[in-house]
């Protein structure tokens, strides 16, 4: 099994910058894909990027790509969410997630999540 912690939230104006952190429990974060989701209120979860084992690979959603990049760090269990030029669109709780696979961008096929942490970006 493998425990999730986010941290990095706030509030940020519109065009700032937040990087998001998931802490992994655990002695086998490298057997896990790892990957972010976030959730409006009223909204479906919605996939954001995921990141495979070995770091090599990453794939961010369509409509996200160029503001939004995935990172892990083996050395230190992490997974990073850097989100640039952020709008208030992007106010959502964001969760990490972890599945023993390989990619997906299916929510219900993830295995762990954390707590999720709030993104508030307005003026």
């Known amino acids: 099994q493998v425990q999730l912690v986010e941290s990095g939230g706030g509030l940020v104006l519109p065009g700032g910058s937040l990087r998001l952190s998931c802490a992994a429990s655990?002695?086998?974060?490298?057997?896990?894909?790892m990957a972010w989701f976030r959730q409006a209120p009223g909204k479906e979860r919605e996939f954001v990027a995921t990141i495979s084992r070995s770091g090599g690979s990453a794939y961010t959603a369509d409509s996200l790509q160029g503001r939004f990049t995935i990172s892990r760090v083996s050395a230190t269990n992490t997974v990073y969410l850097q989100m640039n030029s952020l709008k208030p669109d992007d106010t959502a709780v964001y969760y990490c997630?972890?599945?023993?696979?390989?990619?997906?961008?299916?929510?219900?096929?993830?295995?762990?999540w954390g707590q999720g942490t709030q993104v508030n970006v307005s003026s």
């Open positions: 655990g002695r086998t974060f490298s057997s896990y894909t």
């Open positions: 997630a972890a599945r023993l696979s390989g990619f997906s961008r299916n929510n219900q096929e993830y295995d762990y």
